[in-house]
């Protein structure tokens, strides 16, 4: 089977105070169509930078980026802005205007392309059902927990009926409980819309919850990569295997919480 998106030998540096330092080291990637894939790494190991690579938000020193038979890397910077209508992007941060209300958020991206006003109210009404906050259409972003403007976030990204959906880190700032609501609405959103989403965290549960296959990187290289019951059974790379410890001795002091002073 032919991947969906796929990267092949990705560079990418930054220059700090006159240092160049590279952050991705020739990362080839494959996913398929439909799958909800996974890159999991410490702070500081590339996979960020690789997921905004991918729709061209950071600019790959050389390599390749190919969604589909569209090469990223290759298009001009027009076609790149009618292409990324049809790529979704989510953060951690949630990135939502503060002075606009929930259904003017999710609108913006249909303004921009100068969408009609009864199709944008038929569109926005549809996210916000989809994503079930409905109540809170006239509601700003200041009244809203942080699980609730997650999910304006995802219903933004989602506005312009994308084909892929990038999450970078979208539950690191969130509660346990609010962080498994949004996994069951991406879980719901890939099943039903169809979406490839690639999942950028540092969270092995989230992972182990929601993705399919995962990629491990490490220090700008990917280590290993495949079927996530397999790579965290079983991990070969030193990142796995941190992962995994730290899993296994969450998970054994789950329940203690006995002790002095508590």
């Known amino acids: 089977m032919s991947s969906y998106i796929r990267t092949e030998n990705l560079y990418k540096s930054f220059r700090t105070k006159g240092n160049n330092v590279q952050v991705l080291k020739g990362i080839n990637l494959e996913v398929q169509k439909g799958d909800i894939y996974g890159v999991v790494g410490f702070s500081g190991a590339g996979k960020s930078t690789l997921v905004r690579c991918i729709n061209r938000l950071e600019e790959p020193d050389s390599g390749k980026v190919f969604i589909g038979e569209t090469e990223i890397t290759a298009l001009s910077k027009r076609e790149l802005a009618t292409k990324r209508r049809k790529i979704g992007m989510i953060f951690q941060n949630f990135n939502l205007f503060d002075a606009k209300t929930v259904f003017e958020n999710i609108a913006y991206p249909l303004e921009l392309?100068?969408?009609?006003k009864k199709d944008i109210q038929k569109r926005v009404d549809e996210l916000l059902e989809l994503v079930g906050l409905t109540e809170?259409?006239?509601?700003?972003?200041g009244q809203l927990s942080g699980g609730q403007k997650q999910r304006v976030g995802i219903a933004r990204a989602l506005a312009n009926n994308p084909d892929v959906l990038l999450s970078d880190e979208a539950t690191s700032a969130l509660d346990p409980q609010s962080t498994l609501a949004i996994l069951d609405l991406l879980r719901k959103i890939n099943k039903e819309l169809g979406l490839t989403i690639i999942l950028i965290t540092h969270e092995l549960e989230v992972v182990k919850y929601l993705c399919n296959n995962v990629a491990v990187i490490e220090d700008g290289i990917i280590v290993e990569e495949g079927e996530v019951r397999n790579i965290f059974l079983n991990p070969n790379?030193?990142?796995?295997?941190?992962?995994?410890k730290v899993s296994k001795e969450f998970q054994k002091n789950e329940f203690v919480s006995g002790g002095e002073g508590i």
């Open 237 to 244: 790379s030193n990142t796995g295997k941190v992962f995994l």
């Open 136 to 141: 809170k259409k006239h509601a700003y972003p």
């Open 113 to 116: 392309e100068k969408a009609k």
